[in-house]
């Protein structure tokens, strides 16, 4: 683990989405970094595309969680 350099303005914007999305500030920005980089690998999906694909991999069934 390592220590990553940005800037205070973008900081800023990951902890205020960090209370909107219930995740901690490193959490947030993990979750950034990881779907920019399934995003720039995979650049015909969507994002709505690149979700599905990594709940199906983590095994995770939606239709039983909202009663589908």
């Given at each position: ?32 970094i990881k779907i920019g980089m399934l995003a720039e ?28």
């Amino acid at each position: 683990m390592g220590i990553v350099k940005i800037s205070d303005h973008l900081h800023e914007e990951i902890r205020k989405a960090s209370s909107v999305m219930v995740r901690s500030i490193n959490a947030q920005a993990e979750y950034w970094i990881k779907i920019g980089m399934l995003a720039e690998a995979n650049p015909t999906m969507t994002f709505t595309q690149i979700l599905s694909e990594e709940m199906k991999h983590a095994d995770v069934d939606i239709r039983k969680i909202v009663g589908g």
